[in-house]
Structure formats: C-alpha cells, structure tokens
Antibody, heavy 117, light 111 residues
Framework: QVQLVQSGAEVKKPGASVKVSCKASGYTFTSYGISWVRQAPGQGLEWMGWISAYNGNTNYAQKLQGRVTMTTDTSTSTAYMELRSLRSDDTAVYYC??????????WGQGTLVTVSS | QSALTQPASVSGSPGQSITISCTGTSSDVGGYNYVSWYQQHPGKAPKLMIYEVSNRPSGVSNRFSGSKSGNTASLTISGLQAEDEADYYCSSYTSSSTLWVFGGGTKLTVL
C-alpha cells in the first residue's frame, strides 16, 4: 500500500531554516511527483510547489520563490522540502502528497513546524 | 485570501444531500478540467475525494460526486452520514506561475 511517512515536529527560531523529509513506499518512487502543501493553524491549504521524482524538475509557488527548495533522493525514495529565513507566519503543518496527474492522491501524516523566538 | 471561493459552512441532516460550490476564474476552474476535492477530518491529512472534476478514486463512496459549469465547480454529497462531517477543500490547476490553488475550505456539519 502507498505510504508517505514524514519526519517529526520542529521548533525553529525566526531566520532559521527547516528541512522536512517524506519517505515513500508501496509504489515506484520515480513514476510520480511529490507536492508540498502547508496549513497554518486554523487555516486552509496552501500549495507550495512540486518536484518530479523522475528528473528532479521543480515548480514553486511564487510567494515562496527564493526561500524554498525541494529535492529527492531516489536511492531512499525520500523527498525533502527546505524552507529558509523562517518567519512566524511560516508556522504550519507541512504535508507532502503524491502528485498523480493534476491531483494529490496520497498524503503524508503532516509535520508541524513552529517558528517562535 | 484564497484564490478559489467556497462557502465557509454548509449543513444538512442525515440522509439529505448537500452541494458545496467552488468559484474561480477562466484561468483556473473555468480553463481546465483539473478540479479536485479533498476531505479533511480534524487533525488528519486531507483525503482525495474527486479528481478531474467528476472522477472518484477507488474506495471513495459513490455518494460523492463532482461537476463543473463555467468558472464554478461543485461537490455533491448524497445520503449524508455522520462520518461525512469534515472540512472540504477544492483545488484547481491554474495557468499562473503558482500552478495549483486551493479554496478556503467549507466546514460541513451533519445535524
């Protein structure tokens, strides 16, 4: 069965960076993309970007350009999302999701990133 | 402000049907048949319920259906059940540099 297992919660200070991992299993990793979506406390979903696990091509949401980097390690079927220059409004649950066509069909359990001084 | 507009809340009694709307523009909902719907229970990850406007993934109840007219997509849930109480989000592929946008979410209450 398809599973996406994410790394644990993080607490960071403003200005720091965070790197969240997402380990995939149950399917051929390089056959699908991985998208990242975040959800601030009590708020809706926000698409952050996606990466092709086949060739590493990426697309990022315009508002995050320059602060976010998505990568994959095909040897371990793991995707990573790094967000730099963290601000308090980056506090959110970060989800990875398998991109199938134009939708996201399997999701990780989420990783809470708290940015606080 | 979310790119797609959804009602903040809807409600219905068990057994009834409800419809949640999702309004965008010709650059997203109206321009592509790439609207998806996600169900999210409190503290849980979203779950794909509908993709490409009206297709149900394997395992999703046929009580859930999707449609689109112009710049507005809709999710209909028939035969409401208590377990359907959740937040629902629409999403669309878009022609902008931010490739996907979500609606603000709709809280469904089963009375």
């Amino acid at each position: 069965q398809v599973q996406l297992v994410q790394s644990g919660a993080e607490v960071k200070k403003p200005g720091a960076s965070v790197k969240v991992s997402c380990k995939a299993s149950g399917y051929t990793f390089t056959s699908y993309g991985i998208s990242w979506v975040r959800q601030a406390p009590g708020q809706g979903l926000e698409w952050m970007g996606w990466i092709s696990a086949y060739n590493g091509n990426t697309n990022y949401a315009q508002k995050l350009q320059g602060r976010v980097t998505m990568t994959t390690d095909t040897s371990t079927s793991t995707a990573y999302m790094e967000l730099r220059s963290l601000r308090s409004d980056d506090t959110a649950v970060y989800y990875c999701a398998r991109k199938r066509g134009y939708s996201f069909d399997y999701w990780g359990q989420g990783t809470l990133v708290t940015v606080s001084s | 402000q979310s790119a797609l507009t959804q009602p903040a809340s809807v409600s219905g009694s068990p057994g009834q049907s409800i419809t949640i709307s999702c309004t965008g523009t010709s650059s997203d909902v109206g321009g592509y048949n790439y609207v998806s719907w996600y169900q999210q229970h409190p503290g849980k990850a979203p779950k794909l319920m509908i993709y490409e406007v009206s297709n149900r993934p394997s395992g999703v109840s046929n009580r859930f259906s999707g449609s689109k007219s112009g710049n507005t997509a809709s999710l209909t849930i028939s035969g409401l059940q208590a377990e359907d109480e959740a937040d629902y989000y629409c999403s669309s592929y878009t022609s902008s540099s931010t490739l996907w946008v979500f609606g603000g979410g709709t809280k469904l209450t089963v009375l």
